[in-house]
């Protein structure tokens, strides 16, 4: 097809087919990555029946059956046959690279559960607000919320403190947490960040702040059972803390992971950043990877799948009473532009080590 042109009205045929299609795939790759499907046949390893198969998963075979006609037909899964003309499966090793829970850092699978999720959990409200223009508030996503706090939890524990950390400042930031300093890990969920952080830098002192009641609430608990005396929580909107005078230039270091953008408020509260930070003190908000200009992201290799989430999730969110809706895919151009006219002069945008979904915005009051 020339550059420019409108498709031809066959290809267009076969590109509504080949999204039916892919739409199909990720509902039903998202069944065998949460039933274990996947680790099952990743660990035997070799062609084998149904039967072997739905044995090893632990799941009804006759649904088992119909789910794997789906993968064979979608590439996912290879089919052959016995001696005796029987059908046996087998997931490609390469596939399990992707797929299985053993992937690590490399696994896509576990991404196939966001769009059922957010299906489940908003579809309705919002196709409501394509007509009220409403924001949809979090009480619509509990399971997504669960699945997303699941999913941070399990990079926290990769990378955080070995790989994130060290990458900080060229290192400095590593140092300074070992001698000692006041941290702030605004919008913080359930805590594990700065949960991480104390055990690893005792002698520096965390503060987890979240909107969320139940969240905090977790989150002490946690410290608790873990005998941490060097981290604190509270519920607290962060815009908030800009006008309060316990929290004016009070830590040395705030992070933000992936949690700017979905703020009804996010230049207010990337001005509370500013205003908590001591002189001198730094900054790390980690994004999404993407530009402001919709033109940019056109060749994103997950663009739409990342609008797609900010669609149903991100946007509508941030435009609770009547909020920005900022949206995931606000782009470094923007986030930039909001970090300096919230005060930042210095604003270092990088990549992420074994992070390709987002940017570290590294800033210096």
């Known amino acids: ?116 999720l957010l299906i489940h959990c908003a579809m309705e409200p919002v196709v409501s607000g394509f007509r009220t223009g409403e924001g949809v508030s979090y009480d619509h996503y509990p399971r997504f919320q669960n699945f997303m706090t699941e999913l941070a939890d399990a990079k926290h524990r990769d990378v955080l403190v070995d790989r994130f950390l060290p990458s900080v400042d060229d290192g400095r930031m590593v140092k300074r947490l070992q001698e000692g300093i006041d941290v702030c890990d605004m919008g913080c969920g359930e805590g594990l960040a700065a949960l991480l952080m104390a055990e690893a830098f005792p002698r520096s002192r965390f503060t987890g702040v979240d909107i969320s009641w139940e969240t905090i609430a977790l989150a002490q608990k946690e410290a608790v059972r873990r005998g941490l005396k060097n981290v604190v929580f509270h519920a607290l909107d962060a815009v908030k803390m ?35 930070l001591k002189p001198g003190g730094c900054f790390s908000m980690v994004d999404i990877a993407a530009h402001t200009d919709m033109a940019g992201n056109t060749n994103h290799p997950m663009g739409p799948f990342l609008y797609t989430v900010s669609l149903m999730h991100c946007m509508p969110v941030g435009r609770v009473n009547g909020g920005a809706g900022l949206g995931m895919m606000w782009g470094k151009e923007k986030a930039a532009e909001m970090l300096a006219d919230a005060g930042f002069q210095e604003v270092a945008v990088t990549e992420i080590p074994d992070d390709p979904f987002n940017f570290h915005f590294f800033c210096r009051k």
Not at 6 to 15: H, I, L, R, V
Not at 250 to 272: C, G, I, M, N, W
Request: aromatic share 8%.
């Open 1 to 116: 097809m020339t550059e420019g042109t409108d498709p031809k009205p066959d290809d267009f045929s076969q590109k509504i087919a080949d999204i039916l299609n892919g739409g199909a795939l990720n509902l039903a790759l998202a069944i065998g990555y949460r039933t274990g499907i996947f680790d099952a046949m990743d660990a035997m390893g070799e062609p084998a029946d149904a039967g072997a198969i739905a044995k090893a998963a632990g799941v009804d075979s006759r649904y088992l059956k119909e789910w794997l006609g789906v993968m064979v037909c979608g590439g996912i899964i290879e089919l052959s046959r016995s001696e005796a003309g029987e059908d046996r499966f087998y997931l490609p090793r390469s596939h399990g690279d992707l797929l299985a829970r053993r992937s690590g850092n490399a696994n896509l699978g576990v991404y196939t559960q966001e769009i059922p």
């Open 242 to 276: 800009k006008g309060d005078p316990d929290y004016k230039e009070s830590f040395d270091y705030v992070a933000a992971f992936d949690a700017v953008h979905d703020q009804t408020r996010p230049a207010d509260a990337l001005k509370a950043v500013h205003a908590v």
